[in-house]
């Protein structure tokens, strides 16, 4: 009886590398990607940004080419696995069958989170994580000229409105925070990102919760809030974060996260799950980071890259421990942004100390506690990323003197 192969759930940008990895590193054995969506493993940053747009088309979403998986892997795709048996190394699948597995990486991702207010149903209430989903969205936003309303003022919320706004449309953004993206950069680098797109002629709510999304003939015409004002809109983009998917890991009895640290299931310093035989990677994955004391879980492109990689190593033995930092980025009208490093939230950080001119858009910015640097980002400052790592390891504080004078 031949052994059982190496088997990835999920098929997203996590998997993609797993399997690239492993066959880089000398597996040869055999190897089974399944996959829920109807595609080949893509990357989703472009589905706010360029390719929601039209600026790129699909073909820039799909780093590995379909030859590369016919002759190194089976991909099964529109298949997703939905159960999970650790004892007998055994998952089932949509279509009713079942897939043995020798050793198994869990990479499936997170899914948006629903608004749970009447008319979240409507037609015209759109998310967004899927190429469908950007597809739909992009002939929402360039075969008509109405207002968009767009629930929740994160980053995709954020991108997917400068991308509206790029695109020629009136978009009215609704965040519950006094500034946007406040629970990642807290009060005053979300001010930055405000007044960025105010002067895009945004129309920007803080403070506000939809109490309610309206619609007529069954399709969506504007949202109201809590304090019962109307706002027309006749595309409604829900963007209020994601959801790991974790229930595989729950049916298979894995350890999950609380949701006080993030959620996700629970890996060691090698990405492996309580079960011996199961790793887990990206948007899932709650590793982890010695720096911080505690377990991470990011919902990033580049982590997703890098667990994907290195849950693959440590498949093949690997007992390296997972030591990236985590960093994302992010492209709004004409800022471009690269940020390192982990702020749990906005009352876990002493300072922010800006190095550069914030009014022109050119600078950098440290989030420190006790001296020592936490994160950093550059705006509209290039290759940098290393330089901020440094100052993040670093065994001395570096002093606010040497942040201001980092550009």
Avoid at 54 to 80: C, I, K, M, N, Q
Avoid at 116 to 142: I, S
Avoid at 357 to 374: C, H, N, P, Q
């Amino acid at each position: 009886m031949s052994e059982a192969p190496i088997v990835i759930a999920g098929g997203g940008l996590a998997a993609a590398k797993a399997a690239q990895t492993l066959r880089d590193e000398g597996y040869g054995g055999d190897l089974v990607i399944v996959a829920g969506e109807p595609h080949r493993p893509y990357e989703r940053p472009p589905l706010s940004k360029d390719y929601l747009r039209g600026d790129a088309d699909r073909s820039a979403l799909f780093t590995v080419d379909e030859d590369w998986y016919r002759h190194h892997a089976d991909l099964r795709t529109g298949v997703p696995a939905t159960g999970l048996d650790t004892a007998a190394h055994r998952l089932a699948l949509a279509d009713g069958s079942t897939l043995d597995y020798a050793k198994l990486v869990l990479a499936t991702g997170a899914t948006p989170r629903a608004l749970p207010v009447p008319g979240a149903d409507l037609r015209g209430v759109h998310l967004l994580r899927t190429v469908e989903d950007a597809d739909l969205l992009n002939a929402r936003l360039t075969g008509g000229n109405g207002r968009v309303a767009i629930v929740g003022d994160g980053w995709i919320g954020m991108e997917v409105a400068a991308s509206a706004r790029q695109l020629g449309r009136d978009v009215t953004l609704f965040g519950m925070g006094a500034q946007p993206l406040e629970r990642v950069l807290g009060p005053e680098m979300g001010l930055v990102f405000a007044q960025l797109h105010l002067d895009q002629g945004v129309d920007l709510r803080r403070r506000t919760q939809i109490a309610k999304i309206l619609g007529e003939d069954g399709r969506a015409v504007g949202v109201e809030t809590t304090d019962g004002e109307r706002v027309e809109a006749d595309l409604v983009l829900v963007a209020v974060g994601v959801a790991p998917n974790t229930g595989l890991a729950a049916a298979g009895g894995l350890e999950l996260r609380g949701r006080d640290l993030g959620g996700g299931v629970a890996v060691d310093a090698a990405l492996r799950t309580s079960d011996p035989d199961v790793w887990a990677a990206g948007d899932i994955a709650s590793a982890p980071y010695p720096h911080y004391g505690r377990p991470v879980r990011v919902e990033h492109w580049q982590t997703a890259i890098d667990t994907g990689v290195h849950a693959a190593k440590a498949v093949l033995g690997s007992d390296a421990a997972f030591d990236k930092l985590p960093y994302f980025f992010t492209d709004q009208y004409d800022l471009g942004m690269e940020y390192v490093g982990f702020v749990a939230g906005p009352d876990a950080y002493d300072t922010v100390v800006v190095s550069g001119d914030i009014a022109s858009l050119e600078f950098a910015a440290f989030w420190t506690k006790d001296g020592r640097v936490l994160a950093g980002m550059a705006v509209n400052t290039w290759d940098r990323a290393g330089d901020i790592e440094a100052l993040i390891r670093a065994d001395t504080p570096p002093g606010e003197d040497a942040l201001r004078s980092f550009r």
